[in-house]
């Protein structure tokens, strides 16, 4: 959200209430991050208007759009935007984080979503959501034509021979015959290969049929846990199923969300984190709970535990890995609904921390240093603060101890993930002479 | 094209071959037309590789978010991008649409189009385009349904209560529950109502259905003619189509287009329209000719007249317009194959007018005051070069003839063009105390 990942942070006064039509804001935030030396920025999104407006601000920029904007104030951070395989046409969505691939320098990474939900599907012309599995098999075959595409135009393929008025090869733009279950595409894309080749590869599913997309398609993975044990079993098994799927472990990064409550005190960070707790209207709280859940509202009490008899993960056919998360944390800890509501309303699933700077820092090294992370996705509560007192206060600590990059040693995102540019599946191998 | 609207002028020496994947090369054109106080910049697009990447440069960055980037380097200038609807959902176009708008202050236009010809159709899993009238009945509905998705927020709907803890007023944002033939899209948009209420609704389609579709929506038209007799008569039409449809002729802009050949002397700008036309490899532009006109190639010769029986307007499914326009001008001028190309290469169509600065300034007074103009859209034969000597050159003589602003007096698009903000559909009438 654009004032912050704790839902109430809107309600705080430092918060401007329609930052989330404000290209300002985000284009200072992305360039916060930047001073920072941060990898990337990123924009979860959804195609449809899932929440109720009266509890907080819902209704966003499409990020597409919006990293052009970024792209154009800032020099180095990558930028990542969440597209939907459901609901995109290949061509077109592959064209388009092409360009900003292109306009950005090479810093462009797609988050690539199969959006659960029937709500999304009413807006494009289905009574509901296609099943979990279909919407994996679509964005698989979705990934391959959008990488053909990539590839449709080699390298150096624009010559740009004035005098001869040949503008490019064309024996080396491919047009990329797809035929395919779900889509037909002659191509080639119309615009050239962008600096990247392809932009980074990012997922964040965690069911089954997410980790093996991940493992097949991802170079990030997003993912959260509230345990450091969680999180190592999800990085242990997702390298695994990387190796397996033919792939080096190292070709994926795994990056847990945190959300940093930081303060100069312990207690004065916890006092914050409550503070944000208490801004939560638990009449909206336990609405959105149990749509996620599938149970009537009033079969949630406000100080008991969740019903004994909820649905079966299988039978979920949307969003089944945060259902698992969320079920699981109240189960483990034998949370009451408004113990839950408060984890939840704060980092939505992912792991909270409030503490010092120090604190927060020893946090990030102990799961980076113990098999659980590759790296964090940065959820500050409260934006812009909580991200000018994470890249003021954490990071310096961080680089301090050698862990982060005290300047930028590249210009793409691929290059500060460390990831390489894909071989061009178009090219053809030099001849010997 | 990047570098200039003449298909040869990629070959002069001071372009840059590689400007259409160059956002600095389009934020500097566009600062240049903001400079000269324009209304707007326009970028045509068609979601395919359509051209022989030989002849001449192809593919370019899809202008949504091009516009995005441009946003951010400029204040004033409006912004007009091209995008189909024949390949595009409404829920995504619509929402993109009000997010360059918000990202822009309210400077975003929309040119309208179906997308002629069968090989676009081939990247969307179609074997062939659908009919032009199919095409157009979609535009219809898509527009209507986009216009239903752009009210759905009352623009008060954001109340913004962080006391009470109510962010929106749930009564003033709506679903917009359209059932229709092609589409079925429950809403509301997820991004409230933007600067403009609606982009600026841009149309260029000439043929009878595209006149029809343009009365009824477009806020301004791009259209091509080569004799002033055939810019009155189109102008004159479609005020008068715009009546009939029970809308204000005064609500419809006709901007034909102008390829200014600019120099100091009128024998320099024919000398300099000369060398662009000999630039043209003739093999090329055969090619492009037999192609508009579904001929072979071989049909056609340099030296000889358009064979006599080429196929009706009424058989072609696509471009029509376009399709008529270049076969009325070589058989009222009885043109060579060889002189149409030279005439086509130059304007594709579009009236190309070389002389000196108060030549076409005259040029362009003229079809102002008779009747065949709200506005002109300028079409430099070469870039940057050609927008530089007409923003420095002739606007300063139609700004001291009286017929051009000096100063922007507004800030948004429909300020630029002299448009309203569209009443909200879904907005409630105030009731009398």
Redesign the interface.
Known sequence: MSTGHHE?S????E?N??A????AHF?RLAQTAERGKLDSIFFAD?????G???????????P??????????TERIGLIATASTT???P??LA??FA??D??SGGRTGWNVVTTAGD?AA?????AGQPAHSQRYERAAEFLDVAKKLWDS?EDD??V?D?DA??????SR?HPVNHQGR???????????R?VQGHPVIVQAGSSENGKDFAARYAEAVFTAHQTLAAAQDFYADLKRRTTAAGRDPQSIKILPGIVPVIAATEAEALRLERELDE?I?PEHAVRQLANLLRVPPESLKLEAQLPVDLPPEDEIEGAKSRYTLVVNLARNEQLTVRQLIGRLGGGRGHRTFAGTPDQVADAIQHWFQSGAADGFNIMPPVLPSGLDIFVDQVVPILQDRGLFRREYTGRTLREHFGLAVPANSFERVPQPA
């Open positions: 109430a809107w309600r705080l006064p918060s209430s329609f989330g039509t404000d290209v284009q959804s195609p449809v208007l899932h109720n407006v009266a509890q907080r601000p819902y209704g966003s920029l499409e597409t759009v919006l990293l052009a904007a970024i792209a154009a104030v609901y995109n046409e061509y077109n064209r388009r360009s900003v292109h306009i709500a009413r807006n494009f012309s289905l135009w393929a624009v740009a004035k008025g040949v503008w490019a090869d064309s733009v779900h889509f037909q595409v002659e191509g080639g894309l119309d615009v050239p962008s801004l209207l």
